[in-house]
C-alpha cells in the first residue's frame, strides 16, 4: 500500500501460563503470525469473537505489551525491538482510546488533568499554555471549557469517552487504536462517538486501527477489514469485498448474526458449534476446522496458507479458497 503509516508482519505473542513444581510449562498463544499494513488517513478494523487476540494486537502495536516476535513499523520506524526508554518519542505518534470510559480516566484527576497529562509529560509549556489546549480540544470533542473542572464520575458515559478522545488527541497523534470505544455504550451515543471520530478522522487526517467485535459498528466506520480467529487473522479486505462477498465460513457465519432491522426480510444464520479451542492448545491444522460446517479432511492436519482473492487486497487463509 502506498503512504503505508503502520505495518505489522508476522506479530505474535505468547504468555507464560503458570504451573506446579514439576509440571511442564505452558505457553498460551494470543497473537499468532499476525500482518496487515494501514495507508495513512485510512480506518483498519479487526473483528472476531472475545479472545481471539484483537486486543492484544492493539497494545502490541502500542507497546504496551512487548511482541515474542515480529516486527511493527510506525511511519517508516521498527519499534517492537526498542526498550522503554527509547519509547517517549513514538509514544507522541501513538494513542490509545479504551474500551471503558468509566474505567479509563483517573476518578480522582478533575479533566482538565487528565486531557493535560500527556502535554506534562511529553511537551515543555507552561500551565496556562496546556490550560488553553485543553479547552480548545475539548470544544473539538463536543465538550465545553467549563467542563474541565468538574471529575469524571459528574459525566455520562459519552461524555467520558469524549474525554478519553480528548486525551488521545491533544499531543495530535498520526495513530490512534481504539479498542472497542462504542462497545460500553448506548445504541444512540454510538452512532455519535462513531460520527465524531469520522469527522476528527478527516479534520486531523487520522489513521485508525478500531478493534470491535460488532460487524455493524465496523462497517460503518471501516476502510479495510481483518477477521481474527484464535490469534491469526483468516480474512482480510477492503470493508465492501469482506461485507458483499466473504469466503471464509467463520466471516459468513459472523455476517449471519447481524441483526436486520427490517423483520419481513430473512437471512440464513450459520450457527457455529461448540466452543472456540484453547489457546494453550490450539488444534492442528486449520484452527477454525473444529467449529466449521464445511471442514474438510486436509483442514485436520495442514495449516491453510493465505491466498488472494478475486479482488485487490482481499486475502484468505482457506482449503475451500480456490
Not at 171 to 180: F, G, H, N, S, T
Request: glycine letters at 6%.
Amino acid at each position: 500500500m502506498s503512504n503505508t503509516l503502520l505495518k505489522v508482519a508476522g506479530l505474535k505473542k505468547s504468555f507464560e501460563i503458570p504451573s506446579g513444581m514439576f509440571r511442564k510449562k505452558k505457553m498460551l498463544k494470543a497473537v499468532h503470525d499476525v500482518s496487515f499494513e494501514i495507508p495513512e488517513g485510512k480506518t483498519f478494523s479487526l473483528v472476531g469473537e472475545s479472545g481471539c487476540g484483537k486486543s492484544t494486537t492493539g497494545r502490541l502495536i502500542s507497546r504496551l505489551l512487548s511482541p515474542s516476535e515480529g516486527e511493527i513499523w510506525i511511519d517508516g520506524e521498527e519499534v517492537s525491538k526498542r526498550k522503554e526508554a527509547q519509547l517517549k518519542a513514538m509514544r507522541k505518534k501513538v494513542q490509545m482510546i479504551f474500551q471503558d470510559p468509566y474505567a479509563s480516566l483517573n476518578p480522582r484527576m478533575k479533566v482538565r488533568d487528565i486531557v493535560a497529562e500527556p502535554l506534562v509529560i511529553h511537551a515543555n509549556l507552561s500551565k496556562e499554555e496546556r490550560n488553553k489546549q485543553v479547552s480548545e480540544i475539548l470544544e473539538v470533542v463536543g465538550l465545553s471549557n467549563y467542563h474541565a473542572d468538574r471529575y469524571a464520575h459528574e459525566f455520562s458515559g459519552g461524555q467520558r469517552q469524549r474525554i478519553g478522545i480528548a486525551r488521545a488527541l491533544i499531543m495530535k497523534p498520526r495513530l490512534i487504536i481504539a479498542d472497542e470505544p462504542v462497545s460500553a455504550l448506548d445504541v444512540s451515543i454510538q452512532s455519535q462517538i462513531l460520527n465524531l471520530l469520522k469527522d476528527l478522522q478527516v479534520e486531523y487526517n487520522l489513521t485508525y486501527l478500531f478493534i470491535s467485535h460488532d460487524l455493524s459498528v465496523v462497517e460503518h466506520i471501516s476502510d479495510h477489514i481483518g477477521v481474527m480467529y484464535l490469534g491469526t487473522i483468516v480474512e482480510s479486505g477492503p470493508q465492501e469485498v469482506i461485507f458483499s462477498d466473504p469466503k471464509h465460513p467463520y466471516t459468513k457465519a459472523l455476517l449471519s448474526s447481524i441483526p436486520i432491522p427490517d423483520p419481513r426480510l430473512r437471512r440464513e444464520r450459520i450457527i457455529l458449534q461448540g466452543d472456540i479451542p484453547s489457546p494453550v492448545n490450539p488444534p492442528t491444522g486449520c484452527k477454525f476446522h473444529t467449529r466449521c460446517p464445511v471442514a474438510m479432511d486436509i483442514c485436520k492436519v495442514t495449516e491453510p496458507k493465505v491466498k488472494k482473492g478475486a479482488e485487490a487486497d482481499h486475502f484468505v487463509a482457506c482449503h475451500l479458497v480456490e
